[in-house]
């Protein structure tokens, strides 16, 4: 904070939350084979599975101090801005729990703030725990099995409203499922209402999760690249503070989507991002099997058995001469808060039921058709035999 030097990251964790399932609710069915749904949103913390407990400490950037000039950006304002920081004792870096940091805490900053509509209370998922998601509508797949699943609006919409031209669009399905008899060439669509947008990924490998064979689907590179490799993401340039024109890949400017914040998400420890995001700060170590994201779906019924949502989220910081608290910071740079893994997987019971209702079938199956083209291979061979025999024989 003296010297502006860069920060030093240590990776800390896992902290565990397990998210709760509810089924979903305000279920509606419709003639044209659609169904209408919302998606409960709750979450709780799992102490056996975690380094620590919520009340552990970490020291990170201050979320308030840091989106303020984002979201006041009239000089008059942030000049107050500076004296309530003063008055408040808010620095550039802070050091909060867990669970503050995660779900919320009121921010001493915001409080000085003499509006009424200033919202006090900061956490990089407040308020997303008890929340609901949606409404989704979707295809059931009566009619067209190919179409199960896939999003027919979100929120009401066909699109999203935070880019333009095709990259607002609501594509594929939310990734729990997918179409029967998938084939490997395909590319998967999915939509993902946190980061508002939607995501391709590609064929990888076979799996075998639990004696099932499962095709996994990764999240190539290309997907958050600079228009410069990837000419479809010219749509998701939407801001050109970190790169001129767009020229740097790896990480997605969402601030329409989180109120104006200055939240930028990339994959875990900028892999796969430009080297310039490495040069202000320290200690990240980008590891590829570590921090992709894959799914790992059957291909018969489409269903994801297997999946692994590794984001990494990230705040703008900016140097502000106007406030004190921002005046050291040399370079406008992206500051790592966290990174998740959202994980799942088919659970022992639910993998048994699953093997004798789909699997074991699909193997007889198999077995029989072998078998049967054995047992005809061996008449067809026969008659070819019997039928020259007979041939060489005299006609009476």
């Known amino acids: 904070m003296m010297n502006g030097s860069n920060p030093i990251l240590k990776e800390k964790g896992p902290y565990t939350y397990r998210m709760r ?34 009340n552990d400490t970490v020291t990170t950037v201050n979320l308030a101090v840091v989106a303020a000039p984002a979201l006041f950006k009239t000089g008059l304002i942030q000049a107050l801005m500076d004296i309530w920081m003063k008055a408040s004792k808010s620095n550039f870096l802070q050091t909060r729990t867990v669970k503050e940091l995660l779900w919320g805490y009121e921010d001493p900053f915001l409080k000085k703030i003499p509006m009424v509509k200033v919202k006090t209370v900061v956490g990089v998922f407040y ?14 797949g009566k009619g067209d099995l190919n179409k199960k699943g896939i999003i027919v609006t979100f929120n009401n919409s066909r699109t999203v409203p935070h880019w333009k031209s095709y990259c607002g669009m609501v594509n594929g399905t939310d990734g729990a499922s997918f179409h029967p008899f ?36 990764v999240i190539p590179p290309s997907a958050f690249a600079s228009p410069v490799i990837n000419p ?6 939407t801001d050109i503070e970190i790169s001129e024109n767009c020229t740097l890949g790896g990480v997605l400017d969402i601030k329409s989507c989180k109120g104006g914040k200055p939240v930028y998400i990339s994959l875990p420890h900028f892999l796969h991002a430009s080297k310039e995001f490495f040069h202000f700060v320290e200690g990240l170590k980008p590891d590829a099997e570590e921090h992709k994201t894959f799914l790992d779906i059957e291909p018969t019924t489409g269903f994801t058995l297997h999946f692994a949502k590794r984001l990494q989220i990230n705040i703008l910081v900016k140097p ?17 808060i966290l990174w998740l893994n959202e994980s799942a997987i088919i659970s022992d019971e639910k993998a048994d039921v699953f093997r004798s209702k789909v699997t074991n079938k699909i193997k007889l199956l198999h077995f029989l058709q072998l078998a049967l083209m054995i047992v005809g291979s061996v008449i067809f061979l026969g008659f070819l035999i019997a039928f020259f025999l007979c041939k060489g024989k005299s006609p009476k």
Do not use: W
């Open 320 to 336: 502000n001469l106007k406030i004190t608290a921002l005046k050291k910071v040399k370079h406008h740079f992206i500051f790592p």
């Open 182 to 217: 998938m084939n490997k060439s395909e590319e998967l669509r999915f939509f993902s209402s946190d980061i508002c947008r939607s995501m391709s990924a590609n064929f990888e490998s076979e799996q075998t999760v639990k004696d099932i064979l499962l095709y996994r689907f």
């Open 127 to 140: 308020p997303y725990n008890e929340t609901l998601d949606g409404p989704y509508q979707i295809y059931s």
């Open 21 to 54: 399932y509810k089924a979903k609710e305000n279920i509606s069915e419709y003639f044209d084979h659609t169904l209408s749904y919302l998606q409960p949103n709750i979450i709780r913390f799992e102490p056996d599975m975690s380094v620590g407990s919520e």
């Open 232 to 237: 479809d993401n010219n749509c998701f340039c």
